[in-house]
């Protein structure tokens, strides 16, 4: 399937011209005739979703660069000035704010998807590994975006942020420096992030680029999880457009409604109410945290008492993920044949919505207040930083423990031949008289 034969026939002469140079609207037509296994479901219309919050983000970036100033003294009110005096910059600046998080929720789904369904397991694993880099640069960019409005909770999300760069043995203290463009946050600082923020995106643009390269190179997963032989491609696969761009389309619809309720109803309902006051570096908040899509790793940096340590950890955390491919010993792709892996994953899902609960908490605040008097429960054993470390180790051994031992010793459901089996035989399992081929299980 991942062998797609280009269909398409160049007719002006401009189009002639232009596909002996640069194939740009043969790429495209190709992306449109991809064959793509007709048993996709609504998981997979997050990359169409993931494509249309980009270049919100992007748009609606360029338009508020226009009007922002990255100065301490005036950013703050540059901000309160595009919610006021532009026109639509009320609606510009919150779509963008709320954009990101959108795109969070829409990335998150997307990797879920991917890890159950195994879509990160040959051949495909150079396209787990550049989504992988995405996140990363969407992490970077978020972060760096939260800075601007220079309010208290982005003064001082900088603050200790960029401190944890500090931690680094050796090469810590220059980059920090570096990095701030002086020994403390201010005006520099403002102006890196600034240019950093307006950067990055075009960046993950190409990485998205690479992304759809190398999806149309090795083809699309399905939710069964088999490669389809070519034998069977034309009964088993669809053109992408027009069967999958409608199916996009409608997901699309659906999450612009989701998108639009919290721009017009609540706006600041992700956000940070600290934010809306301005940065003062004498006045440190009672708690300090970030945007909700980072509290997760936030959470697994505070585990770790040791501060170069909970630096390890939180990268660690993400760069787990590049390894993945490597880390699943299973030959099955999909957990719908894998109930074992299946239950590990959802506790997994549990423990990250834990994370980022926890996260958001006061490290030492008690877990079940009015319970510390008993021996269970005294002292630290009842704050949310125990809880919070019991979440990292099951994050981390799931990774590196669960995945490979269960890959080994699990035993599968029968897999169908094909992905048109599960739909013929009403959903039960194919008879295992004959094992699929290593080439159909992956």
């Known amino acids: 399937m991942s062998e797609h034969e280009s269909t398409y026939v160049p007719k002006t002469g401009v189009e002639k011209w232009l596909d002996t140079r640069l194939p740009i609207i043969r790429f495209g037509a190709d992306y449109m005739s991809l064959p793509t296994p007709r048993n996709l479901n609504y998981w997979w219309t997050f990359g169409g979703i993931l494509a249309l919050c980009l270049m919100t983000q992007i748009v609606t970036g360029i338009v508020l660069a226009m009007h922002y100033t990255p100065n301490v003294d005036l950013a703050f009110a540059s901000v309160e000035r595009i919610m006021r005096d532009v026109n639509g910059g009320w609606l510009i600046r919150y779509v ?49 975006g939260y800075v601007l409005p220079w309010g208290q909770m982005s003064f001082w999300g900088a603050e200790v942020i960029t401190n944890l760069i500090g931690a680094v043995p050796l090469v810590g203290e220059p980059i920090l420096i570096w ?19 307006y950067l990055l995106p075009f960046a993950i643009l190409g990485c998205v680029v690479l992304h759809l390269w190398a999806l149309h190179s090795a083809g699309q997963n399905n939710p069964v999880g088999i490669l ?6 034309k009964k088993d696969t669809l053109p992408f457009h027009p069967y999958f761009t409608v199916k996009d389309g409608f997901a699309i619809i659906l999450f612009l409604i989701l998108f639009a309720v919290f721009v017009f109803y609540q706006p600041n309902a992700l956000g940070h109410a600290d934010n809306y006051i301005p940065a003062n570096p004498l006045q440190t908040p009672a708690h300090i945290v970030p945007e909700w899509y980072m509290l997760p790793f936030y959470a697994i940096l505070r585990a770790v008492p040791d501060k170069f340590g909970g630096v390890v950890a939180m990268f660690s955390a993400i760069g787990v993920l590049f390894v993945l491919p490597w880390l699943d010993t299973s030959k099955v792709r999909s957990m719908r044949y894998r109930p074992t892996m299946r239950t590990f994953f959802f506790i997994f899902l549990v423990v990250g919505v834990g994370l980022g609960w926890c996260g958001g908490q006061l490290p030492d605040a008690p877990v079940i207040p009015g319970m510390a008097s008993f021996v269970l429960f005294d002292g630290e054993v009842n704050s949310y930083l125990w809880l919070t470390r019991l979440f990292t ?22 897999i169908p031949a094909t992905i048109s089996e599960p739909v013929l035989t009403g959903g039960d399992a194919v008879p295992a008289a004959a094992p699929a081929s290593p080439e159909k299980k992956g």
């Open 393 to 414: 180790l099951y994050y981390f051994v799931f990774f590196l423990v669960i995945l490979p031992f269960v890959g080994l010793k699990e035993t599968p459901l029968p």
């Open 228 to 233: 389809i032989p070519k034998d069977r491609a």
């Open 179 to 197: 990095l701030r463009g002086g020994p403390a946050i201010d005006n520099a600082t403002l102006n890196r992030f600034f240019s950093l923020h």
């Open 96 to 144: 963008h704010a709320n954009g990101a998080s959108m795109f969070f929720i829409a990335v998150y789904l997307h990797m879920l998807r991917g890890l159950y369904y195994g879509s990160y397991k040959t051949p495909r694993e150079m396209i787990w590994i550049i989504g992988c880099v995405i996140f990363f640069l969407m992490i970077a960019t978020a972060f760096l």
